[in-house]
């Protein structure tokens, strides 16, 4: 059963970098998959950030290539992200998630809220 | 890119059926058949419910389905139940390689 779980602050200050992590359990993240982030603003939708396939390659929303870096650490089995130059309208909860080849997401972690705030 | 387009809102009352439907382009929705549907309820992650636009993981119930005609997908409940109240998205992949996610829809069982 693969579990993920995010850890991370929950408060960023604006212009900082908001930077979480993936512990992953019950599979190798560098066996196949895909691995992601999504966020949920409060009392909004799902965006999609990005992901990145088992063997490094990386895939990023439009809106915030700019910004993103979706990084593995196979030593560890968790992957990361690092939204850079945050301002509040990157405040939301935060998901990782492990998608299929044809990009479902198929595993959720439990989210975790970040706000910008100074 | 540009989200997909769903309803904001569906209602029926249970032992109805409803249809949710999710548009998009050439591009995203219509150009394959990778459409997936995730059911929501408040305070909790995102459940999946159909992959590839009609498929069902194990242990999802079959009153879900799902398909597609054109640049529009749908997601079809029947015999609602109360516990099928939540918010349902639709996602699909892009010639971008990425992933594109619906406004969602607020589903309520009267």
Known sequence: QVQLQESGPGLVKPSETLSLTCAVSGHSINSGYYWG?????????????????????????????????????????????????????????????????????????????????? | QSALTQPASVSASPGQSITISCTGTSSDVGGYNYVSWYQQHPGKAPKLMIYD???????????????????????TISGLQAEDEADYYCSSYTTSSTLVFGGGTKLTVL
Request: proline share 4%.
């Open chain 1, 37 to 118: 982030w999504i966020r949920q603003p409060p009392g909004k939708g799902l965006e999609w950030i990005g992901s990145i396939y088992h063997s490094g390659t990386t895939y990023y929303n439009p809106s915030l290539k700019s910004r993103v870096t979706i990084s593995m650490d196979t030593s560890k089995n968790q992957f990361s992200l690092n939204l850079s130059s945050v301002t509040a309208a990157d405040t939301a909860v935060y998901y990782c998630e492990r998608q299929s080849s044809t990009v479902a997401t198929e595993n959720w972690g439990q989210g975790t809220l970040v706000t910008v705030s100074s």
């Open chain 2, 53 to 75: 636009v009609s498929y069902r993981p194990s242990g999802v119930s079959n009153r879900f389905s799902g398909s597609k005609s054109g640049n529009t997908a749908s997601l």
